[in-house]
């Protein structure tokens, strides 16, 4: 065997020597930046320091969030259109919204949407499902758990195809099917569900997705309440449904109203299931969405004029009620506490 | 005691100091008028060294000729009916012709077709709004085929260019043949800004076998198209004969119409005496009596009569308009001539089937003696000023005049049943074969345009909006009249006048 080095054999030793050395490497070059800036910092204060430390984060959030909500602004302003040309109108968009035939409608579609989804699937089914599989064995549990995943990791649009196929009029579309085999059409008659009830279908395909966030968080949180509680509670000869009311509900209430403000903010956005299944329709703006309506004005048009500004404008007003939403969350939840002191580690 | 090491490698730093030292003094004290002799030699250096760049220069360029070059010209194109496909492949077809001469010619020029023809998922809002990106990111394609009525938008913004002086000079080739009238529809502030690429009539088809089951003769069947066109067949009559075969449980729908936005349901306003456009003034116009009556038509159509689905407008082109009429299940639909062409490619109906069982005729006239009506809407090649920029305006013009030609026209017209934009075409082999084309021809004397007006897309939205608020029942007539006129006066006031 030749002495060359590179031909020698490199064995475990030789890398975990090469790792010490570069971790040694990093430590000093670490030393020599955090060191000075630590000194800067003692010197320039505490306060300081946090600001510091919040720049790149704040960065993000005015480059991602705050530039676009101000160029949304500035374009709800003009008369775009296809030509991109910043033809300003003042408010003339705003005073059309409140002359708009159809938003008193879709205003209300939308808060009828995002409550009905939100309480039925995005946190209250989120709920039954980590109460349920909290309380059977872990490895059922986690493989429901598992299961209910799956619309969240499949494509939207395939995702809300399938539902398409199986909402359709034919005696062998899947609901209808289901509903023949288990004799429940006699219940709920078969029927083309995407036109004669769109609504039942669009708040299933968004519920079922969206009731798979609120569990995660809710059974992370679950998982996270002391063995010791759930001893003393069947000590004192607690039921399962004591258990549940006394012991665990109380216990997540933080992620329970977390995620109830998140999911409210996110489903007044949402409409991409609402515009493969429906598109709004039937008939007239039956299930148009405000961000829908925002997307049709900006983006699609027959005739080939778009209205950016107006779509804009529109795109204004959810972000006004976003805010508001949020701030009533805030003080209603008093989610001040909440960063305060975390009651349960998610 | 200093080393021996040191002491050279201090001699050679003094050196180097001095050498640098002197070379500035040289340069800051030498005489500036005369070059020396160096810099002579320097100047000769530079002037060989750029006259080698500029030889390699040409040698590449020589080298670029011997292989010859590729000029590739983008075209857009849309069906969205798949037959249609010609809009887009005759550029092809037309660039073999033309390199097969620029070959023959020994010019070393090759012009390539790049591109796309959009069909069905692809409607025409997402087609347009793709152009209207692409356009922005500098990304438009040379030559862009639109629907006609887009040309008052696209001028007045800057997306296409006038093309009068090309039309002028090719117009002896094929140009002075086109049906004057197709013209008008490319007109917009005086000048000419497409090439008409084909039409069609709108026609209302009927169901032979159903009416033979309601006890109408063989002769009765075949008089209802002259009946028609003679006022002696109205829209009234329609609503009572589609509700006597739905009565009679012979179909489930009276009639079929569209599934989406479009501008079939305008024929109706016609016949009801209502007209879109003045050009006198360049307004679009409103005819509040004409519109009243449309929309009571179709309100009672659905609500009354029971003959339009009050989901009709919520449909899938196959489940909702193709499939009830050619399997039978509707009486009436209204169409066009280009889905005649669609339902034999997709296997629907066979040619023999489509004789035995379809018939077609203009759209009644509101009123006995009336005057029926059709509806054209010529698509259009457009020049992008995108192509001007690129210096492709040119090639461009010449490519749309090839596929111009009845040749390559009327490949198109027959596979997917649209009409000749040429007088030679009626008698060019391929389309004067297609009996169906010869028998709708005469429906383009009763046809009629939608406006070249920038804001024509927004009145075509309320119009939408207002048929589809009727025929779902979300609001009466008179409600989507009042809509209709609000709505219009407050987006688009100083483009639409309003008569009675």
Known sequence: ?346 | MRRKGQVTVQALVFLIIGLLVGAAIGYFAAPKGDPTLLDQLNEKDQLIEQLRNELNQIKDQLDQLKQGSTITLKVWAIGPDPPSEYRYKNFELAADVLNMMLRDLGANVTVEVEGQFFARPVEWEQYRQNFYQAFAAGEAPDIYLTGHEDIGYLAANDFIIPLDDYIEEYWDLIYYDFFPTLWKSVEYAGQKWGVPQDTEARPLYFRKDVLRQLGWSEEEINALPEKIKNGEFTLEDLLQVAKEAVDAGLVERGLVHRVKEGYDYLQFYIAYGGKLYNPQTGKMVFNTTAWGLTLDWFYRAVWEYGVISPNQFSGDWDADFHGPFTEGRALFLSGGTWHKGEWINKGLLTEEEFIEVVGYALHPAAKPGGKPVTLSHPLVYTITTQARERGLDKLAFIMITLVSLPTFNSIHAVQSAHLAIARSQISETKYSQDWFLADVAYMLEYTTFIPNHPDWGKYSRVVFDALRAVETGDMTPDEALDFMVNELQSQIPDSIEFVE
Do not use: C
């Not at chain 1, 399938?162 to 219940?187: C, D, H, K, Q, Y």
């Open chain 1, 1 to 346: 065997m030749s002495d060359n080095i590179w031909q020698k054999e490199i064995t475990l030793k030789d890398i975990l020597k090469v790792l010490e050395l570069l971790r040694r490497g990093f430590i000093s070059l670490a030393k020599y930046i955090v060191d000075p800036i630590r000194n800067l910092l003692s010197k320039l204060g505490y306060k300081l320091a946090i600001y510091v430390f919040l720049v790149p984060s704040l960065g993000f959030i005015s480059l991602f969030y705050l530039v676009p909500f101000i160029l949304t602004f500035l374009i709800g302003m003009t008369a775009m259109d296809f030509t991109f040309k910043w033809d300003w109108v003042g408010l003339a968009n705003y005073i059309r919204i409140l002359n708009d035939s159809f938003a008193p409608k879709i205003m209300g579609n939308t808060l009828f949407y995002v409550f009905t989804t939100l309480t039925l699937f995005n946190v209250g089914m989120a709920l039954v499902v980590s109460l349920i599989t909290n309380h059977i064995p872990d490895h059922i549990g986690s493989a429901v758990r598992g299961i209910w995943l799956l619309p969240r990791i499949t494509p939207s649009t395939v995702y809300a195809l399938l539902w398409l196929w199986a909402a359709r009029g034919e005696e062998n579309a899947l609901i209808n099917w289901f509903l023949t085999i288990t004799g429940l059409s006699m219940v709920i008659p078969t029927r083309t569900w995407i036109l004669d009830d769109p609504w039942v279908i669009v708040i299933l395909v968004n519920g079922f997705v969206g009731t798979s966030f609120g569990m995660i968080v809710f059974t992370a949180a679950l998982k996270s309440i002391p063995e010791d509680y759930y001893r003393a509670a069947k000590v004192d000869g607690a039921s399962t449904w004591d258990i549940i009311r006394y012991v665990e509900l109380p216990m997540i209430k933080w992620p329970l109203l977390f995620v109830t403000a998140y999911q409210t903010l996110s489903l007044l956005t949402s409409f991409e299931y609402i515009l493969i299944l429906t598109d709004g329709g039937p008939g007239l703006y039956t299930t148009e969405v405000w961000s829908l309506y925002s997307y049709h004005k900006a983006f699609r048009s027959y005739g080939g004029t778009v209205e950016i500004g107006y779509g804009a404008a529109l795109a204004t007003i959810l972000v006004i009620i976003g805010v508001i939403m949020s701030l009533i969350y805030w003080r209603i939840f008093k989610f001040k506490e909440m960063m305060v002191e975390p009651k349960i580690e998610v």
